[in-house]
Every structure is written in C-alpha cells, then in structure tokens.
C-alpha cells in the first residue's frame, strides 16, 4: 500500500497534469492557437492575385517556375465573405519530379478581428491537389514567436480561381 507522502505527490502530480491539459499552455508560457479560414486566388481578370514573373521551361511542368501572389484570406469559401487578411510571397517550381512541387515563402497578414496587424510566415512545399502541409517558422504582433504548421486543401477552383480551406495551428506567446 502507498505511503501517505507517496499519494500526496501522486495527487499533486495529477492535479498539475490537469491544470497543464486545461489552459494548453506550454511549460514555456505559450498559447495553442487554432485558426480556420479560407485562401481565395485569382489566377486572370481584372482582380487577379498572382503574376507569374518567370515561366516554366517546359511545358507540364511548373519547374523553373516563378510566381508572385497577394491572395485574400477571408472566413468563409464563398468569394464574398469577409476579407481577414492577405496572403503575399512567392510560389516557385522547385521539384522537376512530376509531383510539381512547389517552394512557397508566405506571409500570412491579418488585417481584421483580434489578430489584425499580426503576421505569420510560412515556408514550405506544396503539391497541388493533396492536402498541404507547411510549417509556421514564425510571426510577429500577437504570433511573436510563433511556430507551427498549416493544412491547407481545396475545396473549389474554376479556370480562374482556386479557393483552399485552411487550418492554421500555432504555438506562440
Ligand atoms: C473586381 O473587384 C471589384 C471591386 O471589389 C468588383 O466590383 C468587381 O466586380 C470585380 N470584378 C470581377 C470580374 O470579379
Ligand atoms: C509548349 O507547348 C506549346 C503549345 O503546344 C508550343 O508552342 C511550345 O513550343 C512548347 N514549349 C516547349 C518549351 O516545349
Ligand atoms: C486593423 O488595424 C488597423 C491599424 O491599427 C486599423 O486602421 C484598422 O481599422 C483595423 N481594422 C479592423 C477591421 O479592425
Ligand atoms: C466556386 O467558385 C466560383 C467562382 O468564385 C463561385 O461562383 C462558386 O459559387 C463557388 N462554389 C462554391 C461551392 O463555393
């Protein structure tokens, strides 16, 4: 049988426990924020968000390719729910497998509700049609510190458009 002294710690321990699973923060102090939105692209027409500065040297392939983009981030996938933030950087053809991966730098910037002025930045590889995973490597304003990672898939694109649903989890303080 356990000791008086053995189940008061025991008991402390679990109590901790508890209270480390309850508020998700890390012994470090920091917050896990989970984020859902929805990226909105436009490839052609008058409101178009991305420009492709260099193209592909073959045809079917996206190697050697390079884009830039300032896409929206808005709360909704209908293409007039409301504009959260921005998404800026750039797209590159990087793998010359037929995967056609991507290197994209992002950075993703919040201009509404409580992370407005706050960015995140993403760098990672992106294979169209399966479910992006990139990883958060850092942020500023309330995501000072932050990392992370996104999963990104898409749930509509036309000839001119493309619309991912987002989820974004990060660590910061
Ligand atoms: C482009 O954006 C403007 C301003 O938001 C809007 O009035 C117009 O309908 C858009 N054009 C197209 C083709 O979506
Ligand atoms: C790509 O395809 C187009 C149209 O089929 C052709 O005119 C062009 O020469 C091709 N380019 C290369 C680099 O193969
Ligand atoms: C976001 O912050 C900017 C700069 O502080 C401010 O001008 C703007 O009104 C804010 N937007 C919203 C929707 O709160
Ligand atoms: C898909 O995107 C098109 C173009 O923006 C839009 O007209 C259509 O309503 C969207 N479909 C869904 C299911 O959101």
Same mark, same amino acid.
């Given at each position: ?6 189940? /008061? ?11 480390? !699973? ?10 896990? $924020? ?10 052609? =027409?008058?409101?178009?968000? &991305? ?6 040297? !073959?045809?079917?392939?996206?190697? =050697?390719?390079?884009? /830039?983009? %300032? ?6 996938? %209908? ?12 797209? &590159?053809?990087?793998? #010359? ?6 290197? &994209? ?7 509404? =509700?409580?992370?407005?002025?706050? $960015? ?11 479910? /992006?995973?990139?990883? /958060?490597?850092?942020? $500023? ?11 990104? !898939?898409?749930?509509?694109? &036309?000839?001119? $458009?493309?619309?991912?649903? #987002? %989820? ?6």
């Amino acid at each position: 049988m356990a000791s008086p002294i053995s189940k /008061i710690i025991l008991f402390s321990f679990l109590l901790l426990l508890s209270l480390y !699973k309850s508020n998700g923060s890390s012994p470090h102090g920091e917050k896990m $924020t989970h984020m859902h939105f929805y990226f909105h692209e436009i490839l052609s =027409g008058p409101n178009q968000t &991305t420009v492709n500065v260099v193209k592909a040297q !073959k045809n079917n392939s996206f190697f =050697g390719m390079v884009g /830039i983009i %300032d896409d929206m981030l808005r709360d909704g996938a %209908d293409p007039n729910s409301k504009l959260i933030g921005r998404a800026q950087g750039l797209a &590159t053809g990087a793998s #010359m497998e037929q995967d056609n991966g991507l290197l &994209t730098t992002l950075n993703f910037v919040f201009t509404d =509700g409580s992370y407005n002025g706050s $960015t995140l930045s993403i760098f990672g590889r992106v294979v169209l049609g399966t479910v /992006i995973e990139r990883p /958060i490597v850092g942020g $500023t304003g309330q995501f000072r510190m932050a990392r992370g990672y996104t999963l990104a !898939k898409q749930v509509n694109s &036309t000839s001119s $458009t493309l619309v991912l649903e #987002m %989820d974004a989890y990060i660590w910061h303080y």
